[in-house]
């Protein structure tokens, strides 16, 4: 249909097709398409191997292998064989099925920017597909903070020496929910009031914490009877390593019962952002202390106070 249709609607033909027949199964050749899953799934896992090499979590790499693994799935053919198109269509489709917002298919955009960059650097393709597949505009959304009433409530709420400390931890080191999970003991420096954490990439790096902070986990640790080498536990025998669900799952019903909306610790961590550089913290020195290889990530995470726009208008414009 390319020399009677227009390249617009050549595109939205292909893009309702691939619609209608995901509902099915179409199989030109069978043995035509197994030798193409296989060729193709050998290909990711050596893909998924340089990632792992790379330093990427395998938290990133399971991600990587169950987004392209579904392109794989209902669009089956030899990777060498896919066209800008396709892939257009299959974001479209995909985003109409499954009603998914435009932060997710930016995402598996850039999944399937950085596979098929990847087949491109290694000579399996001529060239990605996915060069001509620009960014999805997705909008700024201003996100919300802990306020410092709602963090003295929460504070006020806990019940347990151990609930006290962990909100204070994240509440003075910014630090990743899965970081704070794998702290043992004897990683903290209680005289130098830091630790060291390991973050995404297994990427060493100190956090600070505050006396507050300090006070309170040796108040916790002190109720302690159990051996177990890990900073925090759970309450009950037989005191195994906290998870990150208990993490969330214990915030979120403190939260809840103070019908504070939305407490989780990736909050905490955007709070610590917020108000380092709303005191005017260098951002290279916040984005040290979040662990950010780009400095974008961290401008991403602060929300600068408004008023502080205003007064520094009138200073510098006014």
């Avoid at 597949?133 to 963090?151: A, F, M, P, R, Y």
Wanted: glycine share 4%; with cysteine.
């Amino acid at each position: 249909m390319s020399e009677a249709l227009t390249v617009e609607q050549i595109t939205q033909l292909n893009s309702v097709l691939l619609q209608v027949i995901s509902k099915y199964t179409v199989i030109e050749d069978g043995d035509k398409v197994k030798e193409d899953f296989a060729s193709n799934t050998r290909l990711l896992e050596i893909f998924l191997s340089a990632k792992l090499v790379e330093g990427c979590s395998q938290k990133t790499i399971k991600y990587y292998e169950t987004t392209v693994k579904q392109l794989f799935k209902y669009m089956p053919k030899s990777l060498k064989e896919y066209t800008t198109d396709d892939l257009r269509a299959y974001l479209a489709v995909f985003q109409k099925k499954h009603k998914s917002s435009k932060v997710t298919i930016d995402n598996i955009r850039r999944i399937f920017s950085s596979f098929f960059s990847w087949l491109e650097d290694e000579d399996f393709i001529i060239k990605s597909p996915v060069r001509r597949i620009h960014k999805v505009k997705t909008g700024e959304q201003v996100k919300e903070c802990i306020s410092d009433e709602n963090l003295e409530r929460l504070r006020d709420r806990c019940k347990c020496p151990r609930d006290l400390a962990i909100i204070d931890m994240l509440a003075s080191t910014g630090m990743r929910v899965g970081e704070l999970v794998k702290l043992n003991r004897n990683d903290i420096n209680f005289s130098e009031r830091e630790c060291i954490v390991f973050g995404k990439g297994n990427k060493e790096r100190i956090v600070y914490f505050n006396a507050r902070a300090k006070l309170h986990l040796q108040e916790y640790l002190a109720t302690r009877k159990d051996k177990n080498p890990a900073l925090f536990v759970s309450l009950d025998k037989p005191h195994s390593r906290l998870q990150i669900s208990g993490v969330e799952m214990r915030l979120r019903d403190l939260g809840r019962s103070l019908k504070i909306p939305r407490i989780h610790p990736h909050k905490f961590r955007r709070t610590l952002a917020t108000t380092a550089i709303d005191k005017g913290m260098p951002v290279e020195q916040v984005q040290t202390l979040l662990g950010h290889v780009k400095i974008d990530t961290t401008m991403r995470y602060a929300m600068v106070n408004q008023t502080n726009v205003k007064l520094s208008h009138r200073k510098f414009l006014g």
